[in-house]
């Protein structure tokens, strides 16, 4: 694993929230969602009818953020991500499998009624790691969607 891919796994594995950001009909929304990762995939369970999942049936292009800094005298760490997202149909006990480890969710633990699980799949994705980079971002994924 080289530097930067280390860079980016520590900071999907000990963040908690993604701020997402979805466009629709009335304009842009942004969203925090309690995630997991795979790779470079995230995936977050929200409610079918909130506003940002309604978003992503009509427009899945996505940005994201997800920062590890939470006081002014630490050195920032975080990711910035664009790419597209949309509702899973299929291996979602995978995800939830993850999702209970990370969050010590009991291994009976099931999403509740109305909700379903989403994935983002990055395009572009910039890290922000201060203490090796200083305040110069590094460019991880630059992809055509």
Not at 38 to 47: E, G, K, R, T, V
């Amino acid at each position: 694993m080289n530097d930067l891919q280390k860079y980016i796994s520590e900071i999907l594995q000990e963040g908690y929230l993604m701020s997402l950001a979805t466009s629709d009909t009335v304009g842009l929304w942004v969203a925090d969602v309690i995630y997991v990762h795979n790779d470079l995939d995230i995936y977050w369970a929200s409610h079918m009818l909130a506003r940002h999942s309604r978003a992503l049936e009509r427009n899945p292009s996505v940005a994201g953020s997800i920062t590890l800094t939470q006081r002014t005298d630490e050195p920032d760490k975080g990711l910035q991500i664009a790419g597209i997202a949309g509702k899973l149909f299929l291996d979602t006990e995978k995800i939830l499998t993850l999702y209970r480890k990370k969050r010590g969710k009991a291994a009976d633990y099931s999403l509740p009624s109305g909700y379903a699980w989403y994935c983002l799949k990055p395009s572009i994705m910039d890290l922000i790691y201060e203490p090796v980079f200083g305040g110069e971002k590094q460019k991880i994924l630059s992809l055509k969607i």
